[in-house]
């Protein structure tokens, strides 16, 4: 998992099937391709180099660009960073284990040093319904107070200081997993290592700290310039808490499938051609519930299926989460339309206030259709 996925997964919490699937490390891409629903989203390769490109000219000259940045936008009025004034430690570490616990020495080392640093993807982990997720911010800065920004570096632009909100907004969800997973290391900072130490002294020696505003930096109007902004994700922060602790355990979703399901596409030597049936695919992937909802298409590759069967089984969620909330207990469509055709609306009240507000809206319907006998009928 990332933390793009777990912010989209942290946005739709009921949906076992992108738990399990992203717990299990499948790639949904591949498996939505071989179900022949692909998926119709992502990045181009040129706006992926050329993200990358911006990157590298922020990060320049040591991050010291990046971090001056931070500082103005701060306002605080302490001191700039000067000259060499900012460290960058070494994080490289063999596998995911050993960048995680080469990081969380970094920040230890650069918080009790009480200087710049800036730690260029660094690596951090997050327990997620019970399976560790590893996440790589693009950079996090360490104050000279102790205190800790993630970074998140875009390459849509910020004209005239505002960015579109959408996407400002999804930056916010996907830091706030960044800020979830450094508040555990965080938590480490100040306990006193294994064999010795006073926990007190050590803690009033580290009082390391994440900040709930985070650095965005995107291009300045639509050149490669960087401009960057404060976003406070403390609203995010919360909602992604709450919503990761409700997962449901990824042991607890992989107990109740049939025994043997799996969800391998049985690629060709090559690894290019899955050679697996379409039809066992579909029955391991619906053997895990979904919650679809619209907003998964910009989310999910596997969305593009999921709305396929939400449709067939005539699902309300297909309509998205603001219908399906309003009409409370009728979960599909053929029972909406049941209970909006079931009786006349001056009929006594049912009770039911989804029900009742249906049979007003077809007699209403019905009612303009008779005012215009030319008029043909929606279907």
Known sequence: MD??????????????????????GVDKGALAQALGAPANFGQSQFAHQRGN????RVKADGG?????????????????????????PDLTAPGPQGRTARTALALREATEAGRWALLD??????????????????AVVVHPDGSWTVVEIKSFPMVDGSA??????????????????LERVASMI?????????????????????????????????????????VDVRKQLAVTRRQLDR?????????????????????????????????????????????????????????????TRSRAAGQVEALGRGVRGEL????TVDAVLTAAMGGPADEAPTGDPAVDALRRAAALRAEALASRPEAVACR
């Open 121 to 138: 993807h660094p690596m951090v982990s997050l327990d997620v319904a019970g399976s560790p997720a590893f996440l790589e911010p693009d």
């Open 247 to 307: 997962l449901t355990r990824i042991e607890e979703i992989a107990a109740a499938l049939p025994e043997g399901t799996t969800f391998d596409l049985r690629l060709t030597d090559d690894g290019r051609i899955p050679t697996r049936p379409v039809e066992e695919l579909t029955a391991a992937v619906d053997a895990v519930d979904a919650a679809y909802a619209p907003e998964c298409l910009s989310t999910c590759e596997l969305a593009a299926h999921c709305r």
């Open 64 to 88: 010291a660009d990046l971090v001056r940045l931070l500082h103005e936008r701060l306002r605080d009025g302490s001191e700039p960073p000067g000259p060499g004034a900012v460290a960058t």
């Open 164 to 181: 579109d909100p959408a996407k400002v907004g999804a930056a916010a969800r996907q830091s706030a997993v960044y800020t979830l997973a």
């Open 328 to 331: 409370g207990g009728l979960t």
């Open 190 to 230: 100040g306990e006193p290592e294994e064999g010795g130490g006073d926990a007190t002294e050590t803690a009033s020696a580290s009082p390391a700290q994440v900040r709930h505003q985070v650095l965005l930096v995107c291009p300045k109007d639509f050149s490669n310039l960087p401009t960057a902004e404060l």
């Open 3 to 24: 933390a793009r996925a777990l912010a989209a997964l942290a946005a739709n919490p009921g949906c076992r099937r992108r738990a399990l699937l992203d717990g299990a």
């Open 53 to 56: 490109s911006f990157e590298a």
